[in-house]
């Protein structure tokens, strides 16, 4: 089971720091993925890290201000944001799965185990 944590209000132009990690284990093996859903709004890919290699991918909105890491010992996933917007207010998931083939970094449904979500809040 994976926890999402870090998400608040913040002003816009500030920074947030949300973690993922998973109960019991580790990441190692697997690609993690952070996806966000504001309301009326569908599910949509944020940014990723994938499983070997450690390379990351980014939604073209979050390109620059957003910063996907994972911990030395694969145990936190990290998503650093900074020079945050209203249009970043949404409900933050993240995501996992050891079986996440390159091109699906973004796709929801390559995914099969999702954390509970944590909401960020970007006031004007």
């Known amino acids: 089971q994976l926890q999402a944590f870090g998400g608040g209000l913040m002003q816009a132009g500030g920074s947030l720091r949300l973690s993922c990690q998973a109960s019991?284990?580790?990441?190692?093996?697997?690609?993690v993925g952070w996806f966000r859903q504001a309301p009326g709004k569908e599910r949509e890919f944020v940014a990723g890290i994938r499983r070997y290699g450690g390379s990351t991918g980014y939604a073209n909105s979050v390109k620059g201000r957003f910063t996907v890491s994972i911990d030395s010992a694969k145990s936190t996933v990290y998503l650093q944001m900074n020079s945050l917007k209203p249009e970043d207010t949404a409900v933050y998931f993240c995501?996992?799965?050891?079986?996440?083939?390159?091109?699906?970094?973004?796709?929801?449904?390559?995914?099969?185990?999702w954390g509970q979500g944590t909401q960020v809040t970007v006031s004007s």
């Open positions: 995501a996992a799965s050891p079986s996440v083939i390159h091109s699906s970094l973004g796709v929801p449904s390559a995914y099969g185990s």
């Open positions: 019991g284990r580790t990441f190692n093996g697997y690609t």
